[in-house]
């Protein structure tokens, strides 16, 4: 391993340990479907994380300032 900026070590490979590496891994079709696959996956994540962020400030937006919160005098049931 060798230092890197801010004295991060980082993982050097042998080339026979990458061959070893390229040998035990899945063809490189199947690992390249499953990288754009949770590439997808990570943007629609995104995607839905932004929507919620917006929707939770629209809903926050129509709110009062102020919530005041009683207490019920009998447990409702159901």
């Keep these: 391993m060798a230092d890197g900026p801010g ?4 993982r050097t490979h042998t080339h026979h340990s990458l061959r070893q590496i390229q040998c035990n891994s899945m063809p490189n079709f199947f690992q390249s ?3 754009v696959i949770a590439g997808a996956t990570e943007n629609e994540l995104a995607r839905q994380v ?5 929707e939770n400030q629209i809903l926050r ?5 102020r919530i005041t919160i009683t207490p019920r005098n009998e447990l409702r049931r159901c």
């Design 7 to 10: 004295g991060v070590q980082k």
């Design 61 to 65: 937006s129509r709110l009062p300032k």
């Design 33 to 35: 479907l499953l990288l």
């Design 50 to 54: 932004k929507y919620l962020k917006v």
